[in-house]
């Protein structure tokens, strides 16, 4: 999944060139990094991007081995419930009801075989059972930016690793609860990672939302009528419930199973989580571009094309330097992110 607008990074972000397409962490686009942890597991052949019609070419361009039929464009946004039916019917299209993985194109994992070995157990899980498999990610701090998943008793063992069922899951805490869940051990943050086969996936959907359920059935009949996807998408699509996976399916789903990672992740969500990748000076500023620093402490500087961002007795500020704009906030500020790039969009749409 390589849709959103990634404003939370903005001014870098925009519209065109969304956080997937940028190296935010490391030095490769965080979609091309997501397709390079999948080899000698899955052939790019065989990889499916949803994104959105506006940034389609962007996703061509960054990705070039990609196939170019295989890089659908939403023509609106409809959140992820359809975008997850979608993925499914592109797979059932394949034949034979084989399980895929559902992976979101922009975080950040460094252990590339840790990974593949709890998608090698979770795929097995979806090929035995019909369950829905998600991957849950050992908390290392009582993160508030994250839903949580209860974790249940032991159901088996895939490829030599237990999976667990899924107690519930849980929306995003205070910090207070965040802590308990922590001390627990139980609970895992929702990494949004799922893997399931077409069949278990679709009927689920039917079951609990049928609303949309129906329409990714009018958009399986005129995908055949038609035979062409991007017409029935523009026919169907904008009329699509839109709601999340989440709230529609996994949160209510009857069977659902976790593996628990074996690899290191985050999802860099906003700009401080940068700080967590990159070192620190004596005095806790993070530079990723050009930057110096005099009398000032615990700032975040981003920069482009050698641009020198340059600070003087100031404290816990984010200033980003990117094309034609530069953002300046305190990281206390940095959850309004957001509002602010929507707020410059109205006033001066280029900006966006």
């Not at 597991?41 to 065989?46: G, T």
């Not at 000032?296 to 990117?322: A, P, R, Y």
């Not at 206390?332 to 790039?341: I, P, S």
């Amino acid at each position: 999944m390589a849709g959103g607008r990634g404003e939370r990074f903005w001014p870098q972000s925009r519209l065109k060139r969304p956080k997937h397409l940028l190296p935010i962490v490391g030095d490769a686009p965080m979609l091309t990094q997501t397709i390079r942890r999948l080899e000698g597991l899955v052939p790019v052949e065989r990889i499916f991007v949803i994104t959105n019609a506006e940034q389609r070419e962007s996703v061509l361009e960054t990705c070039p081995d990609l196939l170019p039929e295989r890089v659908i464009g939403e023509p609106v946004g409809r959140d992820t419930a359809a975008a997850v039916g979608l993925a499914a019917l592109l797979v059932a299209k394949e034949g034979e009801d084989a399980s895929f993985a559902l992976l979101p194109a922009d975080h950040v994992i460094e252990d590339a075989r840790g990974f593949q070995t709890t998608l090698v157990t979770a795929f097995e899980a979806a090929e035995v059972e019909d369950q829905l498999v998600t991957v849950g990610i050992k908390p290392t701090f009582p993160a508030t930016g994250y839903g949580y998943l209860e974790q249940g008793s032991v159901l088996a063992e895939y490829a030599g690793r237990s999976v667990t069922e899924v107690s519930r899951f849980v929306e995003k805490p205070n910090l207070a609860k965040a802590q308990e869940y922590v001390d627990a051990g139980n609970y895992f943050w929702n990494a949004g990672m799922f893997v399931w086969r077409p069949s278990v996936i679709l009927a689920e959907i039917d079951r609990l939302v049928p609303r949309l359920s129906s329409g990714l059935k009018t958009l399986g009949s005129e995908w055949d009528r038609e035979n062409d996807l991007e017409t029935a998408m523009d026919k169907v699509y904008p009329e699509l419930e839109k709601i999340s996976i989440d709230f529609a399916v996994m949160e209510k789903a009857e069977r659902v199973a976790m593996v628990e990672s074996s690899f290191d992740w985050d999802d860099v969500g906003e700009w401080p989580a940068i700080e967590r990748h990159y070192p620190k000076d004596e005095n806790g500023n993070v530079f990723k571009g050009e930057g110096v620093a005099l009398n000032s402490s615990g700032n975040l500087t981003f920069s482009e094309s050698g641009h020198c961002v340059t600070l003087l007795g100031v404290k816990d500020l984010i200033v980003v330097q990117s094309g034609d704009a530069t953002m300046v906030c305190h990281k206390d500020k940095a959850q309004e992110v957001k509002a602010l790039a929507q707020a410059v969009g109205s006033q001066n749409p280029s900006l966006t």
